[in-house]
């Protein structure tokens, strides 16, 4: 199967990788420069509320090191933790898309988030900033809980992908929440991003192979003792665990089953 027959379509916008990078926590800027590009991720995304948004400032150097033209920008509310300062913090994304000469980037990793400690979503403030945002012409991709039906009202209300979490951000726990993510992925009519929790690549494996249409991390990247090497590992197990669900798995059995059957045997 040819790679670019099989592409993730969010909103108007068509990518032919299915892992999406962040940006922070990399101990270097080279680090995230070089692990970006090993990754072959098309998406990248950054936290607005914790950068300048002029891309001359030197805090965000690295940012203009990017191929911009290979590259997609999404900008990202982390930090938010009320709707409004969430709907705030995504038109200045949009500014700094277009300071990256992505005038109609109009793309924003929704997040709203109040519980300090375990840094799970807030489900009313996400719903309310969501449906504000995709009124006013934002391709919204809100990052939730695993919760089937949030994911039904998100999707509803026109969010543009549903991306419920594998467990909390940056605790490296995996997937924890496989049976609720199944049945978002089950009901959904748009791309089913994994986000957050993500450990290694048999995480992202196993989302890819439960019919998950992307997988987005960063931590597990960043904190890896090589990044850039764990960047690449990623990259094939995203592909791998796609291919997987495209072709079929056999279904599981309780008894052994031998590769060579005891039939027409010749002798």
Known sequence: METNTDLLKI??????????????????????????????????????RRLPTNIKNDKIS?????????????PNTAGCQTAEEAIRIAFLGHELACQLGQEENFFVKLEVISDPKYLLPDPIGTLKAAEFLVKKGFTV?????????LALHL???GCSTIMPL???????QGLKNLSNIEIIIEN?????????????????????????????LNTAVAQAN??????YSMNVGVKAGRLAYLAGMMDKKQYASPSSPNTEISF
């Open 11 to 48: 909103g108007n916008k068509t990518f032919q990788s299915r892992l999406m990078l962040g940006t922070g926590k990399y101990r270097t800027d080279l680090d995230a420069i070089e692990s970006i590009n090993k990754s072959e991720c098309e998406i990248v995304t950054v936290a607005i």
């Open 62 to 74: 690295f940012l203009k090191s990017l191929d911009w033209e290979k590259l997609w920008l999404l």
């Open 141 to 149: 991709l809100p990052y939730i809980n695993a919760d089937p039906m």
């Open 155 to 157: 999707e509803d209300i």
């Open 166 to 172: 594998g467990s909390p951000i940056g605790s490296g």
């Open 188 to 216: 959904a009519q748009v791309p089913v991003i994994i986000d957050a929790g993500i450990r290694t690549t048999s995480d992202a494996v196993r989302g890819m192979e439960l019919g998950a249409d992307g997988i987005l």
């Open 226 to 231: 090589d990044p850039v090497t764990m960047a």
